[in-house]
């Protein structure tokens, strides 16, 4: 079982930033991935960002620019450094960690508890 340890969330004005880190109990194996996904309330949960074993990363259409994913050399740590938040940014942002398959299709087997991102207008 792989624990995933986040912080970083908070309330903050719209247009200012947040860094949002996740600290899994294990490094990321070939073929698997770690990311951010959220969910804002009456929504659907969706992606937000993920960086793979090979360094790709992907973003949520939404994201236009604001966010950066990274992760660290050991690969047990991603980092969300968020941009010009906008209220609609609002959300429960999760971290995940999954395993990549073919085709660009990821599958998020471990998830974190969840931190709550507010931005105010």
């Known amino acids: 079982q792989v624990q995933l340890v986040e912080s970083g969330g908070g309330l903050v004005q719209a247009g200012g930033s947040l860094r949002l880190s996740c600290a899994a109990s294990r490094s990321i194996f070939k073929t698997e991935f770690m990311g951010w996904s959220r969910q804002a309330p009456g929504k659907q949960r969706e992606l937000v960002a993920r960086?793979?074993?090979?360094?790709?990363?992907d973003y949520g259409v939404f994201v236009k620019g604001r966010f950066t994913i990274s992760m660290d050399n050991a690969k047990n740590t991603v980092n969300l450094q968020m941009n010009s938040l906008e209220p609609e940014d609002t959300a429960i942002y999760y971290c995940t960690l999954g395993k990549r398959y073919g085709a660009g299709r990821y599958s998020p087997n471990y998830w974190g508890q969840g931190t709550q991102v507010t931005i105010s207008s």
């Open positions: 960086i793979d074993d090979t360094g790709n990363t």
